[in-house]
């Protein structure tokens, strides 16, 4: 990911608050686990969208930083969990925490996660925390719905396209879009710029899942830090598996068949699947959705050519469009 400077400035921020909140703490069983991933890297995508929409609004970093903590607080603790449910062994480059560990701590870890974002957010003092906090809680259960729909379409032979996106809503986007919706409301913003952000934001979410279903194909292990071709052993119903089960001939998806849920896939194994895809022109169309999102996402920003914010959101935007991590 390309990135503008002030993004690195935000991050240092981030990483700052993050790291008051946990480093050295008591019992280290408990803070370790929590700890872990911040120090294995990660973008901060959703913190830094919470600053730049209160900043896109007329705001201020102090009056949004506990927020944007507590939403990375919050998308940590679903990384822990969500690598306990899909078997992953490897998340930002380093072991996922239910391996470095066990899975007893892993969930303590979580738990532990979600109620310091909680205890983060009420830190913020705004007349309109208790929305902020119904925003915070309800993005929190849509991640649960879509998480249950992601795992229980693992099982299921068939899923429909509208279906999908039902799922990548609510497992991904909709964080994406609780984060500029609360960045507008702490930035003091109308109520037609939170439309506006959240719009943005659910565009961006479900390019940026499609895009993360491409890589988990085409890009490799090492840039990417988490097991490539995880979701295909899963037999995830990924966009990309969609499409080419939709429109492959038969011949290729009985190929595609034959390799598609094996445990210890093997590199020609994989390369085979690229191929096939690549045949059946699923790799194309999967970029041409990622596109119709990030090109959505985009218009929706026009609503702010000028402020600086609006600005710095089209840079982030950008900057994850041509992501290959
Ligand atoms: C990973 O999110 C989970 C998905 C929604 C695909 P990110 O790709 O934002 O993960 P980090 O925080 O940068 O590691
Ligand atoms: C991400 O789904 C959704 C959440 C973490 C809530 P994935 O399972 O695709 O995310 P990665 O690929 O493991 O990061
Ligand atoms: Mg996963
Ligand atoms: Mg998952
Ligand atoms: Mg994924």
């Known amino acids: 990911m390309v990135e503008a400077s002030f993004m690195d400035d935000l991050k240092q921020e981030i990483d700052r608050g993050i790291k008051e909140l946990l480093w050295g703490k008591e019992p280290a069983t408990l803070y370790e686990p929590m700890y872990y991933l911040f120090e294995s890297g990660g973008k901060r995508i959703r913190p830094i969208l919470v600053i730049l929409s209160c900043q896109a609004v007329g705001g201020h970093l102090h009056n949004c930083l506990p927020a944007a903590l507590s939403v990375e607080l919050l998308h940590t603790f679903t990384l822990i969990h969500d690598d306990m449910m899909d078997h992953d062994d490897l998340r930002r480059g380093r072991p996922t925490v239910h391996k470095c560990w066990d899975e007893g701590i892993a969930i303590l870890a979580g738990d532990g996660l979600v109620t310091l974002a909680y205890q983060t957010l009420l830190k913020n003092s705004h007349p309109k925390l208790t929305e902020v906090v119904q925003i915070f809680t309800n993005g929190l ?5 879509g998480q249950a729909l992601d795992m229980a379409f693992e099982s299921r032979d068939t899923i429909t396209v ?3 996106h039902r799922m990548i809503t609510k497992k991904t986007a909709r964080l994406l879009q609780v984060s500029c919706e609360i960045g507008v409301i702490l930035g003091n913003g109308s109520e037609d710029e939170r439309e506006l952000l959240g719009r943005f934001a659910l565009q961006l979410g479900r390019g940026f899942q499609i895009q993360d279903d491409l890589l988990d194909i085409l890009s490799n292990q090492r840039i990417l830090g988490k097991p490539q071709g995880s979701d295909l052993t899963k037999k995830k119903k990924t966009y990309p598996v969609i499409h080419f089960l939709q429109h492959a001939s038969a011949e290729a998806i009985e190929t595609f ?12 194994h994989l390369d085979h699947i690229i191929q096939l895809f690549h045949q059946a022109g699923t790799l194309d169309e999967v970029q041409k959705e990622v596109d119709v999102h990030f090109q959505s996402a985009k218009q929706a920003l026009e609503g702010f050519p000028s402020a600086p914010g609006g600005r710095d959101l089209n840079l982030l935007l950008d900057s994850l469009w041509s992501r290959v991590s």
Do not use: H, T, V
């Open 162 to 164: 509208d279906e999908y």
């Open 257 to 268: 068949r034959s390799y598609w849920g094996i445990q210890q896939m093997k590199p020609d």
């Open 141 to 145: 259960f849509e991640i649960c719905e």
